[in-house]
């Protein structure tokens, strides 16, 4: 099909009416191969194809109610949910619909962003993201709530985290307010991916990453905020039976004045080789000892860890080398109101061993209660092969919240049409 054609079916036409603090959206229909999941996505660019504001809704009312007519061809093509068995959806990628594009030169500001339909980017093979490691990325979630709005949890965390990173990596980042609004505009693009209530969530991954071409060690001169999503089942293969950890005692995945604290891409590279040894011998994950005196615990691949003893819940200090999690901060401020005593310190393994309880957080994860623990060839377990009464107690009140089952007196969650 000649590529003209193809972009003339592609010009916006139909209106998307979101809710208080939301985008409005002008997205182009899917085409008939687009809506086989985008598993072929498009190799043509598609440019200036959507049309893309912040309003306020109080302002615009009027106008939406006599503009937004929305037709079958958009309730089928946009409103609809797709064809997945939701029941059994894990922890992998799907493409959708739309992703969000922003970029910066080095030492500017960011230019007004864009939804494009999914598919790949280009990159100069001398780009600093793919030279030097100069990246950086989030994770947050989408839930459906039961009659169809949707709540996100907590993105200004996100977004000033990714701010922090930024500055550690030497990169432009979009302000708050420009990281919260393009992950509204993204997710709203992407509704009909979002699982049903219950059944999983819409997985958002924002990026950021020096896209200009570099040679010489340096930051690039240009730079790509992008988000993409996808919707996501249970992150551990156990679901939330109780997962399996090993120490490594050798390995590190940071070091004191080194980036552990913030979510660079290079952070997970380096934990692949302990990770995938762990697996190969059944575990589920590796947790990881301070590489200075290698009996302080700091964290898992990709969550952090938290001990309890007497009901008393401890958990590494951020100190640098920790990521300072999104979840790990909600836990500690859901356990407190819950009347817990929660301490932020140095945990040592010998602590570990004894503990009542074991569980980890994460986005990815929420809350998953560690079943065993593997040190030095002495495997030490705890619980009957379910969630410890602590670890229960605060994955319920999490989880209630996120999916807006319970009164959000923490003001954490953003609620969407």
């Keep these: 099909m000649d590529s003209s054609a193809v972009l003339a079916g592609l010009q916006p036409n139909y209106l998307i009416c979101p809710s208080r603090n939301a985008s409005s959206l002008f997205l182009p229909p899917l085409t008939a191969s687009q809506k086989r999941h985008f598993l072929s996505p498009p190799s043509f660019k598609l440019q200036n194809q959507i049309s893309l504001f912040s309003s306020n809704v109080d302002q615009l009312s009027a106008t939406f109610r006599s503009q937004a007519v929305l037709s079958d061809t958009f309730s089928n093509e946009v409103a609809e949910l797709v064809e997945i068995d939701w029941d059994n959806l894990g922890f992998g990628f799907q493409p959708t619909d739309y992703m969000y594009v922003m970029k910066c030169t080095r030492g ?4 007004k962003g864009e939804l494009q339909r999914f598919g790949n980017i280009e990159l100069s093979p001398s780009a600093g993201v793919l030279n030097y490691g100069q990246g950086l990325f989030e994770g947050l979630k989408a839930y459906k709530k039961e009659g169809g709005n949707i709540l996100l949890f907590r993105p200004e965390e996100n977004a000033q985290r ?5 500055e550690r990596m030497c990169m432009p980042s979009p302000s708050v307010e420009q990281f919260v609004e393009a992950v509204k505009s993204t997710v709203l693009a992407n509704k009909r991916w979002i699982p049903p209530p219950g059944k999983g969530s819409l997985y958002i991954r924002p990026l950021l990453m020096g896209s200009g071409a570099v040679l010489g060690l340096a930051p690039a001169p240009e730079y790509t905020f992008l988000i993409y999503v996808s919707p996501v089942g249970n992150y551990f293969k156990e679901g939330i039976a109780p997962i399996n950890l090993i120490v490594e005692h050798e390995l590190h995945r940071a070091t004191p004045g080194g980036t552990g604290g913030v979510k660079t891409i290079g952070n997970y590279a380096a934990v692949l ?5 762990a697996k190969a011998k059944g575990y589920s994950d590796v947790l990881y000892l301070d590489c200075v005196h290698k009996r302080y615990l700091e964290e898992v691949s990709s969550c952090n860890i938290f001990v309890v003893k007497d009901n008393v819940i401890s958990t590494p200090a951020i100190k640098g080398t920790i990521l300072p999690g999104i979840t790990r901060k909600s836990i500690i401020d859901v356990a407190r109101s819950q009347g817990f005593q929660v301490e932020e310190r140095f945990v040592t393994v010998d602590e570990l061993l004894d503990a009542d309880e074991v569980f980890c957080t994460g986005t990815a994860v929420v809350v998953s209660p560690v079943g065993s623990i593997t040190y030095l060839g002495k495997r030490v377990s705890y619980g009957e092969g379910c969630f410890g009464a602590v670890s229960q107690q605060l994955y319920s ?15 954490w969650t953003l609620e969407l049409n």
């Design 397 to 411: 009140v999490l989880t209630s919240l996120q999916m807006g089952l319970i009164e959000d007196t923490m003001n």
């Design 162 to 166: 990714m701010r922090m990173g930024a």
């Design 108 to 111: 500017g500001n960011y230019s």
């Design 273 to 277: 080789k302990a990770q995938s040894a």
